[in-house]
DNA sequence: CCAGGTCAAGGGAGT
DNA sequence: ACTCCCTTGACCTGG
């Protein structure tokens, strides 16, 4: 049973276009209307929450992770202090027992402006802000501070000197509440200016060995800083508490994901790509807009296999299609265990 | 009603 | 200097 639980992120599509999806608001809406609009969209974002709670139950998925929309604009105002909190908290605590209930796990991915380890004091104070903000949403969920409600950042800066940074990172994870410290987990990134699974091992240090990594495949696909995927994974499984499962990410190359489909489509069609693609100008022209995608960009669909190694770990996927791309994949099946390589 | 323009946050990479 | 990528496309407006 290696994979626990297979997850999926922010939203859900099926349900969106039935018109069922969260609310946010732009900050010049923010600004004019203040605490009315923000209770407003929370209470409509809870409900759609709960819908999509109940779509994953009814589908067997057991792992979300909650956009940060879900509080728009969290970090800028004290929730408890807003006209309908105790609305708010209702339907909080709401949400949160029916998710325990049913036992699936809840996650927040704060967006990667935060930034603990910025030169700009600003910019760290509204961090803090902003993750207290999210930590303390779990708190009206009524969770205990655990990492089975993991709040998962990037460091989010390296200015040409890691070290440098990582120390300055450590030092304010310090002016963070226990009880988020007891949430925040750090996720590798896929650049080589910044932090690989090695690199954040080493904050982990810092911290204590009380700061989680999350593993995230193809972060570390890019940016393998000479170790392999399995390494990886034993490395980052070990600096989680023994009683939590680890929490993985898993996404996949949207530039390959559209070369395969235009090849798919020129074998199909016995077209040769070297020779005959231009002769079907539309064709061509899209298979000449592969190079234009971003390395780092995500595909729509996934196709695994995805590898534990022979861990138990939970796994978000991160895919455009969403919830669909989890039910294909499940389809698929193609799920790894190996404990060997 | 919908397509297109615009937006709120920090930082890095690619052009 | 500008655009894209990351969290996450949604809001808002003009035709």
Not at 63 to 76: D, I, K, M
Request: charged share 25%; proline share 4%; hydrophobic share 35%.
């Amino acid at each position: 049973m290696p994979i626990r639980h297979l997850g999926y992120v922010a939203k859900n599509l099926e349900l969106e276009n039935s018109g069922i999806k969260m609310q946010t608001v732009r900050r010049a809406t923010f600004d004019l209307y203040g605490e009315d609009i923000i209770t407003e969209k929370i209470l409509h974002n809870l409900n759609v929450l709960y819908q999509i709670l109940e779509w994953n139950i009814k589908n067997d998925i057991y792992a979300f992770r909650l956009g940060s929309e879900l509080f728009p604009w969290l970090g800028n105002y004290n929730v408890k202090s807003f006209k309908r909190f105790d609305e708010i908290e209702y339907e909080c605590s709401f949400i949160g027992e029916y998710a325990r209930e049913n036992n699936i796990r809840l996650s927040f991915h704060p967006g990667p402006f935060n930034v603990l380890c910025s030169p700009d004091n600003t910019v760290v104070e509204k961090t803090i802000r902003e993750l207290e903000a999210h930590s303390e949403i779990f708190d009206l969920m009524g969770y205990e501070p655990s990492f089975n409600t993991k709040i998962n950042i990037h460091v989010g800066g390296a200015y040409g000197d890691k070290v440098g940074a990582l120390e300055k990172w450590v030092s304010n994870y310090y002016k963070l509440s226990e009880s988020l410290r007891q949430r925040l987990v750090i996720e590798n990134d896929d650049t080589t200016s910044m932090y690989s699974v090695q690199d954040l091992y080493g904050l982990h240090e810092l911290c204590n060995n009380e700061l989680p990594i999350t593993f995230d495949y193809y972060h570390h696909s890019l940016h393998q800083d000479g170790i392999s995927e399995k390494e990886a994974l034993d490395i980052v499984t070990s600096t989680w508490p023994k009683d939590i499962v680890p929490v993985t990410h898993y996404s996949e190359s949207r530039r390959e994901e559209h070369l395969k489909i235009i090849t798919d489509i020129c074998r199909k069609n016995g077209i040769d790509i070297e020779t005959e693609l231009p002769e079907w100008p539309t064709l061509y022209n899209t298979y000449l807009g592969w190079e234009m995608i971003k390395e780092n960009a995500h595909s729509d669909n996934v196709n695994g296999p995805i590898n534990t190694y022979g861990h138990t770990i939970d796994v978000m996927l991160e895919a455009k299609a969403k919830e669909q791309a989890l039910l294909k994949l499940r389809e698929k099946q193609l799920i790894l265990e190996n404990t060997n390589n």
